[in-house]
């Protein structure tokens, strides 16, 4: 692996930091990882828990040539790394729910948020921060509002974070490989191999709007398709979130 990869402390949110390296003229890619975030971020304005030395918090920030296309549907490629990291150290039960969120049996065990800096239009940078419950006591996080697990309480046992870490970070770098070349359409099939709701009523909610359907799967842009009244129809868009009905 050739990213050089740093270890904090404490920050405010990895990929906050990431910003800051990145206009003080640090060259990415690289990845930064902390024993604990202050203001860790989720998506949607959500906080993300992250008491010290418990988890994993990490981001990876790289170069994206050519602009948008294929960081559409990037969330979603890296969202299929963390679950096969997550396989790969027993946790066999380790789902994708669209876009990006990790489930086992229906819990959330991971979350991604990805960042743009730069123009878009042009050269830029993706922060890929991932957070991932490792070994977090089960009394600490009040401002969790989602049912949540973690790597113990799935394996029975304490992880060593750094194992996982190795982990994520080898398989961020073969699925990225894969989606530069090919697209997230290399990578697809697997990801619906994956998929947590196929076939499972659900809203699919942007503010207020709230369309309700029926998961056909996803696209190769990464969107998410739903039957809706019989119709077959695709949404993108990085505002949107699901649930079942
Ligand atoms: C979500 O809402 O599901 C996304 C959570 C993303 C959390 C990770 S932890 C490392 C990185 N730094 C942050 O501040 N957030 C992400």
Known sequence: LDWPITVESSVDSTNAEIFRRLDAGVRAPFVLLAERQTAGRGRRGRVWASPFAENLYCSVVLRVDGGMSQVEA????????????????????????????????????????????GDPADVCHVVIGVGINVNMAVDVPAVIDQPWTSVRQCLGRVLDRNELAAKLLLQLRDCLS????????????????????????????????????????????????????????????????????
Do not use: C
């Open 178 to 245: 894969i989606h530069w070349q090919r697209g997230f359409a290399g990578l697809r099939e697997e990801w619906e191999a994956l998929h947590a709701w196929r076939g499972r009523s659900v809203a699919l909610t942007a503010g207020n709007n709230a369309t309700l359907g029926v998961v056909l799967g996803v696209d190769e842009r990464g969107a998410i398709r739903l039957s809706v009244d019989g119709v077959d129809r695709a949404f993108s868009g990085g505002e949107l979130s699901l649930r079942l009905q």
């Open 74 to 117: 990037l969330s979603l490629t890296v969202g299929l790394a963390v679950a096969k990291a997550l396989q790969s150290i027993g946790i066999d039960g380790a789902r994708l729910k669209w876009p990006n969120d990790v489930l086992v049996e229906g819990r959330k065990i991971s979350g991604i948020l990805l960042e743009l800096a």
